[in-house]
């Protein structure tokens, strides 16, 4: 079996009276995530990686915010788009790792739903997709509230 492995990284600023997507799924918050399309973080890190993968670039090469047909897409559209992107030439994902840093709200009572959501979309079985959440100890913007970061690697194979 050939192997490909790959990484993302992202980051959205944090401001009152946005929404806050993540994995696909709606938190409630008092703020959200700034971005051209619905700002999802976590998807966009699984894009990125899935892209990073086969060499294709990454997310803003292929759907690039300064095209208006991105603006406010739900990232659930990016994420299906990237796959169909990706697997192809008989590639397929094997598994899916990420985490999101972010100070509040804890997202432990949403992470089931959202690696539901995303395994839907990779077509893999759940306990393929590792979603873990981390605060950054009050260090940096994330800790300062002023941001969210998501990283995460993928594993491809065919």
């Not at 959200?32 to 990125?48: K, P, T, Y």
């Not at 709200?105 to 997709?129: F, G, S, T, W, Y």
Request: charged share 25%.
């Amino acid at each position: 079996m050939e192997l490909r492995i790959g990484y993302g990284y992202d980051v959205h600023q944090l401001a009152k009276g946005e929404e806050l997507w993540l994995g696909g799924i709606l938190v409630p918050c008092e703020f959200g995530a700034v971005g051209h399309s619905d700002a999802d973080v976590l998807l966009h890190v699984i894009c990125d990686a899935l892209f990073g993968s086969r060499a294709m670039g990454d997310i803003g090469a292929h759907f690039p915010d300064t095209d208006q047909a991105y603006k406010g897409i739900d990232s659930k559209v990016l994420l299906r788009e990237t796959v169909d992107k990706v697997c192809t030439e008989g590639w397929s994902v094997v598994n899916v790792d990420a985490t999101v840093c972010l100070e509040r709200p804890k997202l432990r009572p949403h992470i089931d739903e959202m690696r539901r959501c995303i395994a839907d979309i990779l077509r893999i079985p759940v306990d393929r997709v590792g979603v873990k959440a981390t605060t950054t100890e009050r260090l940096g913007f994330v800790g300062t509230g002023e941001g969210i970061s998501a990283h995460a690697a993928v594993l491809l194979g065919r």
